[in-house]
């Protein structure tokens, strides 16, 4: 079946580092996007990676490794507003169209 | 601003009710989606429209209804719900369902049934 894992919580303090690790198991993979939810909040787009290496957009980056079915979002100088939801999705193309499987999400709460 | 509305915000019916969640998108997208988000579990794709062709019907019950009269409104209509039911349900839309993978979300609807 097709699967994403993603850890359920994360704690982190300001200005520290954190890294959302993603293990994928999915036929006709070809890429992992992230979104971001902050608590009553629609899920945003943050980014995608088509191959394999690092992204980088401002403090917030994404790691994709096909080889090993994993990738990461990495969040650097942390503030109190990346508090939120982050999900990991992998596009999947059937019946002659993409649709998006979801990850259950991991909570990420930066504390003082 | 995503660009994706949804009415109402947060929704209580009854199992007898019937009601209708509208999503509503100002991006010139042509496709359109509904999930279903439960506490600590993956979105659940339920329903896809391409260029107003409905494309996708993930086994979904049939106590929820689609209806996209054109590519920028979408609606979910709803009647004899279960409790199981109550859940975020989020709307969708992206360029088409062919192309690019970015998806835009509405802030959802909060449904309750009791």
């Known amino acids: 079946g097709q699967s994403l894992e993603q850890p359920s919580e994360v704690t982190a303090v300001e200005g520290a580092i954190v890294q959302i690790n993603c293990t994928y198991q999915t036929s006709g993979f070809y890429g992992l996007s992230w979104y971001q939810q902050h608590d009553g909040g629609a899920p945003t787009f943050l980014s995608y990676n088509g191959l394999d290496g690092l992204e980088e957009t401002g403090r917030f980056s994404s790691f994709l490794s096909r080889s090993d079915s994993y990738g990461y979002l990495l969040l650097q100088e942390l503030q109190m507003k990346d508090s939120a939801s982050y999900f990991c999705?992998?596009?999947?193309?059937?019946?002659?169209?993409?649709?998006?499987?979801f990850g259950a999400g991991t909570r990420l709460a930066v504390h003082p | 601003e995503t660009g994706v509305t949804q009415t109402p915000r947060h929704l209580v019916m009854g199992m007898t009710n019937k009601k209708s969640l509208k999503c509503e998108q100002h991006?010139?997208?042509?496709?359109m989606y509904w999930y279903k988000q439960s506490a600590k579990k993956p979105l659940e794709l339920m329903f896809v429209y391409n260029f107003k062709e409905q494309t996708e019907n993930n086994s979904v019950p049939s106590r929820f209804s689609p209806e996209c009269p054109n590519s920028s409104h979408l609606f979910l209509h709803l009647h004899t719900l279960q409790p199981e039911d109550s859940a975020l349900y989020l709307c969708?839309?992206?360029?088409?369902?062919?192309?690019?993978?970015?998806?835009?979300f509405g802030p959802g609807t909060r449904l309750t049934v009791t």
């Open positions: 999705a992998a596009p999947m193309f059937s019946g002659g169209y993409n649709k998006l499987i």
């Open positions: 991006l010139g997208h042509n496709a």
């Open positions: 969708a839309s992206s360029q088409d369902a062919t192309g690019p993978i970015e998806q835009y």
